[in-house]
């Protein structure tokens, strides 16, 4: 079993940043894709950034390409999401996912997701 727990909620003003966290533990694996996607009420989760475990490879939603950074620091099983010039349309729960068993470069499916973390911006 796996463990995500997020952290790093706020409320912030449009054009402000956030860092949110996602520590892992339960288990240790070889390689991995981590992920953090996103979910406004009324609408279905949305993918923002996902990265390999490594940390030499990372993709990310358009929405958030160039104000958004992932990361990763292995030592602390911890992913991170920067958000830059956060906007409105930001808002929502954030959730850390974990695939366990895809290779960078195939289809992830994420066997584990945190309890999210809410992100408001406010204009």
């Known amino acids: 079993q796996v463990q995500l727990v997020e952290s790093g909620a706020g409320l912030v003003q449009a054009g402000g940043s956030l860092r949110l966290s996602c520590a892992a533990s339960?288990?240790?694996?070889?390689?991995?894709?981590m992920g953090w996607f996103r979910q406004v009420p009324g609408k279905g989760r949305e993918f923002v950034a996902a990265?390999?475990?490594?940390?030499?490879?990372?993709t990310y939603a358009d929405s958030v390409k160039g104000r958004f950074t992932i990361s990763i620091d292995n030592a602390k099983n911890t992913v991170y999401l920067q958000m830059n010039s956060l906007k409105p349309e930001d808002t929502g729960v954030y959730y850390c996912?974990?695939?366990?068993?895809?290779?960078?470069?195939?289809?992830?499916?994420?066997?584990?997701w945190g309890q999210g973390t809410q992100v408001t911006v406010s204009s």
């Open positions: 996912a974990a695939d366990l068993s895809t290779a960078w470069g195939s289809p992830p499916k994420y066997d584990y």
């Open positions: 339960g288990r240790t694996f070889s390689y991995y894709i």
């Open positions: 990265i390999s475990w490594s940390g030499g490879s990372s």
